[in-house]
């Protein structure tokens, strides 16, 4: 019988709804989960203890992730700053439900992985739930269970450590609540499936894209991320530069940096205005026909705002002159 972790994993790397990414967080909390229960998990084995303890273990964990998941993700700091800089006027209740889905969804990858695989392993179950128990409802053979003294048995169940002559209950006790927490563990793995499937199909039927237009807007959102991120780069060595020159009178540049200095002259300073027009969270629109597939889109194709803000930035410019890497002054000695 395969293990747990690997029938789960096996479950989502086959789901086309999670990308590899997403794969890659389950992955690494599947690791840890194993981990932890092989050398961290220690069940108190006490009444009362076993509970509070059994339940930490399986919720605890899941809710840091969650929270870590939601501060880390960027889509959170662009709806953040979606607010700040816009707020937030176009979203609608569509817009803004399909917003938090992609960070809810994103923020549920690690959390959901780690309870799907401890409620499959099921020892933090069987901690929690032991003293918990029917004694009544417990058979072996012909023996029935000792009522004096059921809570504190029970709760030694999970270690091991019960009488000798109640050893058969003890099998039967990790049997029933392995059991349930498996059977927990599946229908949280089915319910999610269900839910993803039901939000993929929502955001099909509310989409204003087809599917060719739908990946073409996937394709130039990665682009234009990958090729701003780039051109940044090159922009701030360029502003460094000029201002590192400024203060020593010369600056270090080494033959890699000369040569994009080179072809990549700084052109000034953006204003606050531009760059807030360019951030948060944005999702497809048109208009006058024409498709937006981003605030940076749609800042170029503004040809009235684009012009206005062009302006500003020459104006700028003019009052605060920057000083080019090509005329170096000599500094006094």
């Known amino acids: 019988m395969a293990n747990p972790s690997v029938r789960f994993l096996s479950f989502l790397f086959k789901s086309n709804d999670w990308v590899s990414l997403h794969c890659l967080v389950a992955l690494v909390t599947a690791i840890g989960q194993e981990l932890f229960s092989l050398f961290a998990f220690h069940c108190p084995c006490t009444p009362a203890w076993n509970y509070q303890y059994g339940l930490m273990t399986i919720g605890g964990p899941a809710l840091v992730f969650f929270f870590i998941s939601i501060i880390l993700n960027n889509q959170t700091r662009n709806l953040v700053a979606e607010w700040r800089c816009h707020k937030i006027k176009k979203c609608s209740i569509i817009t803004t439900f399909l917003l938090l889905k992609s960070i809810l969804v994103r923020a549920l990858v690690a959390p959901v992985t780690w309870l799907v695989i401890s409620m499959l392993r099921g020892e933090a179950y069987v901690c929690a739930f032991s003293e918990f128990m029917d ?105 460094a530069a000029n201002n590192v020159k400024r203060f020593f009178g010369f600056v270090a540049l080494s033959q890699r940096d000369k040569a994009l200095l080179a072809k990549f002259p700084e052109q000034g300073t953006h204003l606050k205005l531009q760059w807030d027009n360019i951030t948060g969270s944005y999702l497809f629109q048109k208009k006058l026909g024409l498709p937006l597939y981003s605030h940076l889109h749609e800042w170029a194709q503004g040809p009235r705002g684009k012009a206005r803000v062009i302006n500003m930035e020459m104006a700028d410019l003019l009052h605060h002159p920057e000083p080019q890497l090509t005329a170096s002054p000599t500094p006094n000695p």
């Open 135 to 239: 004694p009544s409802s417990l058979t072996a053979g012909d023996k029935s269970f000792p009522l004096s003294h059921a809570t504190w048995v029970l709760a030694r169940f999970p270690c091991r450590e019960g009488p000798a002559n109640l050893s058969d209950f003890q099998e039967e006790v990790n049997r029933r609540l392995k059991y349930e927490s498996q059977h927990l563990g599946w229908l949280l793995i089915f319910s999610m499936a269900i839910l993803l499937l039901l939000i993929k199909f929502l955001q099909s039927c509310g989409s204003k894209i087809g599917y060719r237009q739908e990946a073409y807007l996937t394709s130039y959102l990665v682009n234009e991320e990958r090729l701003f991120q780039r051109t940044a780069e090159v922009r701030s060595l360029a502003m």
